[in-house]
Nanobody
Framework: QVQLVESGGGLVQPGESLRLSCTASGGTFSNYVANWYRQAPGKERELVATISRVAGITSYADSVKGRFTFSRDNAKNTVYLQMTSLKPEDTAMYYC?????????WGRGTQVTVSS
């Protein structure tokens, strides 16, 4: 059983940056496709970014493309979401996800609030 723990959320002003981390235990993170999702109050959960297992190929939602960068540090069993030029509409609970075939693991989330 893989456990995922997110960290790095917080309250920032528009235009500022944050880096979210997600560390896995109980399994090798690089064996899984990793995803960041977010969910704002009253909205459905949306996929923000994905990173592939081996090659580390990334993809992003149009709303964050050019501002967010997804990376993984296999030695630390951790993935990161670097978020820059944050906007109020980025405010949400951010969730880390690890997926491989029928295996699907989620963290509890970290809150990101962008407000002046």
């Amino acid at each position: 059983q893989v456990q995922l723990v997110e960290s790095g959320g917080g309250l920032v002003q528009p235009g500022e940056s944050l880096r979210l981390s997600c560390t896995a235990s109980g399994g090798t993170f690089s064996n899984y496709v990793a995803n960041w999702y977010r969910q704002a109050p009253g909205k459905e959960r949306e996929l923000v970014a994905t990173i592939s297992r081996v090659a580390g190929i990334t993809s992003y939602a149009d709303s964050v493309k050019g501002r967010f960068t997804f990376s993984r540090d296999n030695a630390k069993n951790t993935v990161y979401l670097q978020m820059t030029s944050l906007k109020p509409e980025d405010t949400a609970m951010y969730y880390c996800n690890a997926r491989r075939s029928v295996d699907d693991y989620w963290g509890r989330g970290t809150q990101v609030t962008v407000s002046s």
